[in-house]
Structures are given as C-alpha cells and as structure tokens.
C-alpha cells in the first residue's frame, strides 16, 4: 500500500515561471492537505480538498496560487509567477474519508523542496 | 495568540537518557487532538503519537510518550533512552473541530531541534 507520493521531490524554478506540485494521496483516501513549511518554520495549512471541491482555503495567498484535487488524477498545487518568497517546502497530507478510518489519521507525502532562483 | 507554542528551539541530551520537549497549546474547542511529528534531516514528516483530549490515559508509542496535561494545555512529548537516531526536528500539531469532523487540518508548533550526543 504506497503511502502518500510527491513529485518532484525538488523543483528549481526561475523568478516568474510556474510551479506545478503533485500529489497522489495514500489508496482509499479522498482528502488531500496542503501545507507549506518555510525554513526553519513549522508546517503552515495552505488548502483542504476533497475530490472537485476544494472545501477550505483559508490558508492560500489570495493571488499565485490555486489548488485543485480533479475526479482522476492526482491532487496540483499551482504557483503563478513565483517570487523567492515562495521557496519552501510543500507538503501533502491525505486522509480516509470521514467516518472512516481512525478519526486524526492523516498521512504526509515526502515534499516537494521548491527552490526559486 | 499562537495556538501551539514550543519554547525550545534547540535541545541536547546524552544517549541512552530521558528527554522532554515542551508543547503548549490554546484552543477553546473541548474536542481536539494533539500530534508530534519528527523530521530528519532528509525532510520528511513522521508521525509518532497522538493524543484525543477526551482519552484517559497519555499516549504511548515504544519509546515515546505523551505527557498530556489538560488544565495547563500542555501535550509534552518524552523520549525515553535516546538514540542517536533520534537528532531531528521535532514538531507538536493540533487538530481542532474532532467533534463536527470538519477536516484534518493541522496547526504547527516551530519546533523544537533534538541533537543527541554520543
């Protein structure tokens, strides 16, 4: 059962290009967490998504960046124009859906290290 | 407020012995979890022990334990007979909201940086 899978693990990006992050949540799982960990910081809640819904958003810049978690495929997390502020690592976490599983379960992908330059 | 405060940005502990590192948290929501999660130095995160606010008894997991004290909104995690294995960045969550089950959003401490000496 392959856990929560990332790629890339680490992206270079340029100053004003755009970053594209996947994630594939664990089998079974319909909800998808993004979290942004900037360094030397703790993890940062971006956006909670269920399949076609994005169901909170709270923690997202409100310009750059959008989410979406499509019918097939994996969970994107997409940086328009990003700036050297956005270098940091993204992670994704995913969990059963409700009523299912152990109530607090939530799984976490390796990261995905975005480095602009 | 912060809802989840570590004060130790840097601990050191000799192999083989008992270590503490501090978690404090503020919410007013009376159903919650309490999470600690370790990270190499490779970057991931792992889960260790979770603590729900109505359990009875602290967690335990092998070597880890919760110290969960609920008047003073402390969830201190103890690592018993260190190893060097366990030099990381360690870091104290909290889910809100158990009751209404409305995600598993977590919030993060700053954690707390581990380094056992041989």
């Known amino acids: 059962n392959a856990g929560v899978m990332q790629n890339p693990r680490h992206l270079v990006r340029r100053r004003g290009q755009e970053a594209r992050l996947r994630c594939s949540p664990m089998?079974?799982?319909?909800?998808v967490y993004w979290y942004r960990q900037l360094p030397e910081e703790g993890l940062k809640f971006m956006v909670y998504l269920q399949k076609e819904n994005i169901i909170d958003e709270s923690g997202m810049p409100k310009e750059r960046f959008s989410a979406e978690f499509p019918k097939e495929g994996p969970s994107i997390l997409r940086i328009q124009q990003v700036v050297r502020g956005d270098s940091a690592a993204y992670f994704c976490?995913?969990?059963?859906?409700?009523?299912?599983?152990?109530?607090?379960?939530?799984?976490f992908g390796q990261g995905t290290r975005l480095t602009v330059v | 407020a912060q809802k989840i405060t570590q004060t130790q940005p840097g601990m050191f502990v000799q192999e083989k012995e008992a270590v503490t590192l501090d978690c404090t948290y503020d919410?007013?929501?009376?159903?919650?979890?309490l999470f600690w999660y370790k990270q190499p130095s490779s970057g991931e995160m792992i889960f260790l022990i979770y603590q729900g606010s109505y359990d009875q008894q602290n967690a335990t997991e092998g070597r880890y334990s919760l110290n969960f004290q609920k008047a003073r909104k402390s969830a201190n995690l103890v690592i018993s007979a260190s190893q060097l294995g366990d030099s990381a960045m360690y870091f104290c969550?909290?889910?809100?909201?158990?009751?209404?089950?409305?995600?598993?959003?977590?919030?993060f401490g700053g954690g707390t940086r581990l380094m056992v000496k041989p």
């Open positions: 976490a995913s969990s059963p859906p409700l009523g299912q599983g152990r109530l607090w379960e939530a799984f």
């Open positions: 089998k079974g799982h319909s909800h």
């Open positions: 969550a909290m889910r809100e909201g158990l009751v209404n089950n409305a995600g598993n959003m977590l919030t």
């Open positions: 919410t007013s929501d009376p159903s919650y979890g």
